[in-house]
């Protein structure tokens, strides 16, 4: 196969800490990646786990803070002091707006990666209109078409059903990458990603 799935919300941390090295990898291994924009206030609670905001402020200091300061100093993917000012709004339209990119025959990968870096680099809120021409046009695409389309009922049509397949293919995070099938959840699984494009894995010999 040549392509790797890429299962990601535009505004997720850690998608944004392994992107430009996911990016790297497959550039380097010869294959596209294939953007699939997911809706995480529903694959999250359909794994089980609970949303950030339920879950104990250790927890939140540990993974949501001292675990993205330290990857960000490890893939050199700097990153704002506290917590994104816009993190918690709805981010139908700059997902919708990678979906639509896709479906009008366009590479996403530049725009998907602006859009997690201004978000937790600058943050930028991803669901301001201005805000996305001014990252698409950062990276030379046309903002219009893909805007215009992003909350048409068939793209968002997609971002519903990209999110219904994570949660029937066991995606409980974002990032989460399948390489010909196999799943690797979690920027901090890139290495085992790099070596699943030269060498597979062994099967699971679990049940």
């Not at 997720?12 to 990898?25: D, P, T, V």
Request: glycine share 8%; charged share 25%.
């Amino acid at each position: 196969m040549s392509e790797i799935e890429y299962f990601y919300s535009a505004h997720s941390a850690f998608a944004y800490l392994g992107s430009a090295r996911f990016m790297e990898i497959a550039k380097a291994a010869g294959r596209t990646i294939v953007h699939r924009p997911i809706e995480l206030r529903q694959t999250v609670p359909a794994a089980g786990a609970p949303g950030f905001g339920e879950r104990t402020r250790q927890h939140r200091a540990y993974f949501f803070r001292r675990e993205i300061d330290r990857w960000a100093e490890e893939r050199n993917a700097p990153v704002m002091t506290g917590h994104p000012t816009y993190h918690q709004h709805d981010m139908k339209l700059c997902n919708g707006m990678v979906i639509a990119g896709i479906a009008q025959g366009r590479n996403v990968d530049n725009l998907a990666h602006a859009m997690l870096q201004a978000h937790w680099r600058d943050d930028a809120d991803l669901a301001d209109r201005d805000t996305l021409v001014r990252l698409a046009e950062s990276v030379g695409m046309d903002p219009g078409p893909m805007l215009e389309a992003a909350m048409s009922d068939e793209m968002q049509g997609i971002y519903q059903a990209n999110t219904a397949e994570a949660i029937e293919r066991s995606v409980f995070g974002s990032p989460t990458y399948f390489v010909d099938g196999d799943m690797f959840d979690g920027q901090d699984r890139l290495e085992m990603v790099e070596r699943a494009l030269r060498q597979p894995y062994a099967p699971s010999n679990t049940a």
